[in-house]
């Protein structure tokens, strides 16, 4: 049978979601503990990669398991034998041939800037205290969903067939000291949304035009747009399926 895992993780003390071969990294500590808590040899699919040090309000992964599970007991055992940054809040019985990372049909991100230095939000936001044109820097997102090639936004020398994403919104809004931007699309190339974010800072500070920041996106070259903001800033907020 086959089972999806619904979960959350703060990303500081890991290598990101996939496994690495000299660090630590969620995928490797969630199987570990599932192997544990079923005394069986899982493997377990996840619905992307997320980097170093990012964070996840909901991801969803999958593994089979020959015998029906007992979700509300998997939970609680899985969530007392994890370490304090991920928690598990679902398991979800799926059709055999369901898949976490193919099967999704929307994927979302928010990524925080903190406008006022907060000892609190060290690791979980961006401290930037220069000042940004907001409504600039919405007027720029809007110009992602004119597009569906982002190479310029994309990790250079990485095994992608395509940089086509479908953007279905993308936009800022500010709340109390923090900038929080959020956008959804069918998928997203690696380093994507730090890319866009550095890039639309840029925007914000008066160093670019909108034209510019569309002339960017049109030139496919990474080099051209901005930089990658820090990964603490990111988090994966939603992951969408047709039949879940």
Known sequence: MRYFIKFSYKGTNYHGWQYQPNAVSVQETLTKALC???????????????DTGVHAREMFAHFDFEKEIEAQTLIHKLNSFLPKDIAVSDIIPVHEDAHARFDATKRTYEYHINTAKNVFLEELSWYYHQRLDVNLMNEAAKILLNHI???CFSK??????????????AYWKEVNNQLIFTISADRFLRNMVRAIVGTLVYVGLGKITLEDFNTIIESKDRGKAGFSVPAHGLYLTEVKYDYI
């Open 149 to 151: 090639d982002f190479q």
């Open 36 to 50: 544990v808590v079923l005394n069986s040899e899982l493997e377990i699919m996840g619905a992307g990669r997320t």
């Open 156 to 169: 250079v020398h990485t095994d992608v067939n395509t940089f086509n994403c479908k953007i279905t919104e």
